[in-house]
């Protein structure tokens, strides 16, 4: 399984940007693709997750709100719409794969990820 995350980039606070990120490879092995970011300095930590199939969707209580996650099933994409960005969502964010449904929000129970895109957000 491949994933290949786009969309960062800089933004102001107040403004928005949305991530995508495209699986390829043995796609049918993933139930759960899920969204991570890790600010300099700090742990790698969970943002948000999607099931494949019933597309139910669980959020950090930092982004609730704030970020959307949906999925293209057909585009085998995952999807990052983030609003109203506060510098505190600076980071380098990353789509994960994994296998099964128990512990949606370990880090540890992911076992494909991307390479990560940059999100600047300014005040």
């Known amino acids: 399984v491949q994933l290949v995350e786009s969309g960062g980039g800089p933004v102001q606070a107040g403004g928005s940007l949305r991530l995508s990120c495209v699986t390829t490879?043995?796609?049918?092995?993933?139930?759960?693709m899920g969204w991570f970011r890790q600010a300099p300095g700090k742990e790698r930590e969970f943002v948000a997750v999607?099931?494949?199939?019933?597309?139910?969707?669980m959020y950090a209580d930092s982004v609730k709100d704030r970020f959307t996650i949906s999925r293209d099933n057909a585009k085998n994409t995952v999807y990052l719409q983030m609003s109203r960005l506060t510098p505190g969502d600076t980071a380098v964010y990353y789509c994960?794969?994994?296998?099964?449904?128990?512990?949606?929000?370990?880090?540890?129970?992911?076992?494909?990820w991307g390479q990560g895109t940059q999100v600047t957000v300014s005040s």
């Open positions: 994960a794969a994994r296998t099964g449904l128990v512990g949606l929000r370990s880090i540890h129970e992911y076992a494909y």
């Open positions: 999607i099931t494949w199939a019933e597309g139910v969707a």
């Open positions: 490879g043995h796609t049918f092995a993933n139930d759960a």
